[in-house]
């Protein structure tokens, strides 16, 4: 990590260190280095900075492409300054995909957040299943991460009450190999294991579409 990064995590940390009861679990479970896709649950905006303050890897995001665009050009400069890239969002992007697999394979760190956007009742939607596409093509180790307390983090009040912020790490994995073609079929299973992988991490009311589901 460069020293800018590090000066800019130090800054994102700040908040969460003093207006929020942050609690971090399975550091351990980072690897230190090589390829490795971090995927996560996304509730709120501040999981951005928030991921980047809790794991000890320099981190690459996946970013909706209109961050690039008029009026948020200049904010999308600077993202990519940092080595995040844009993706056209619902559809097959097989620029963002290609950056993608070249950032795994030069063993840095990439966060894809499966359900494409935020939700809006903190519970796992329907994933894309662009990061199973990834991992299967770049052999990449997947890190998932459950987040859970950011909605809370609305309008003024936070800073005074100071929301229970939780960041789960779970154990990496890779998705089981196959040979031949990816089937369709077989995309939506990946896509379901690692969307299993992070609902486990999640309390029961945050799994949504991916809780266990009664005979």
Excluded: C
């Amino acid at each position: 990590m460069s020293w800018l990064y590090n000066i800019i995590k130090f800054f994102l940390w700040l908040p969460f260190l003093l207006f929020t009861r942050r609690r971090v679990i399975g550091k351990e479970n980072i690897p230190s280095q090589g390829g490795l896709l971090v995927v996560a649950n996304h509730i709120n905006l501040p999981d951005v900075p928030l991921l980047v303050a809790s794991l000890n890897r320099g981190l690459i995001f996946m970013v909706k492409k209109e961050l690039f665009q008029p009026p948020f050009s200049f904010l999308g400069y600077l993202i990519g300054k940092f080595g995040n890239f844009p993706v056209h969002r619902g559809h097959f992007d097989r620029k963002a995909l290609r950056q993608a697999k070249e950032i795994l394979t030069d063993n840095l760190a990439l966060v894809i957040f499966p359900e494409g956007m935020r939700s809006r009742n903190g519970q796992l939607q329907r994933a894309f299943p662009g990061p199973a596409l990834i991992a299967f093509h770049s052999g990449a180790l997947i890190l998932p991460v459950g987040i859970t307390g950011t909605e809370k983090i609305k309008g003024r009040g936070w800073i005074v009450t100071r929301p229970r912020i939780t960041v789960n790490i779970g154990v990496p994995f890779h998705l089981p190999s196959i040979s031949g073609k990816l089937t369709r079929t077989e995309l939506t299973e990946y896509t379901e294991i690692i969307m299993k992988h992070i609902a486990t991490l999640l309390p029961i009311e945050y799994q949504g579409y991916y809780a266990p589901r009664r005979d």
